[in-house]
């Protein structure tokens, strides 16, 4: 099993910045993907950004230009520095990671999700 630890939500104004962490432990084999989605009330969970092997990222358009994702291989650990947020960026983030624990397939695994909001 893989266990993801996520941290550093919480209320800031319009404008600022937020940075969410995220940390997997476990018997992990390998890791494929960790990435960032969110669920704002009312609506579905969507993409915010994933970060694939290789360092290939991917980000959702309405973030793109405001939110860098980054992970530490070493670490085990994925990052979302948020900046220029907005009122509609508020959210639960929810941490998702792909991979292979030791006997098994890989599969997704998903914290228990960090709230974000954006208020004045």
């Known amino acids: 099993q893989v266990q993801l630890v996520e941290s550093g939500g919480g209320l800031v104004q319009p404008g600022g910045s937020l940075r969410l962490s995220c940390a997997a432990s476990?018997?992990?084999?390998?890791?494929?993907?960790m990435g960032w989605y969110r669920q704002a009330p009312g609506k579905q969970r969507e993409l915010v950004a994933i970060v694939i092997s290789g360092g290939i990222t991917n980000y959702a358009d309405s973030v793109k230009g405001r939110f860098t994702i980054s992970r530490d291989n070493a670490k085990n650990t994925v990052y979302l520095q948020m900046n220029s947020l907005l009122p509609e960026d508020t959210a639960v983030y929810y941490c998702?990671?792909?991979?292979?624990?030791?006997?098994?397939?890989?599969?997704?695994?998903w914290g228990k999700g960090t709230l974000v909001t954006v208020s004045s």
């Open positions: 476990g018997s992990i084999f390998s890791i494929n993907a």
């Open positions: 998702n990671c792909n991979a292979k624990v030791f006997g098994k397939n890989a599969m997704d695994y």
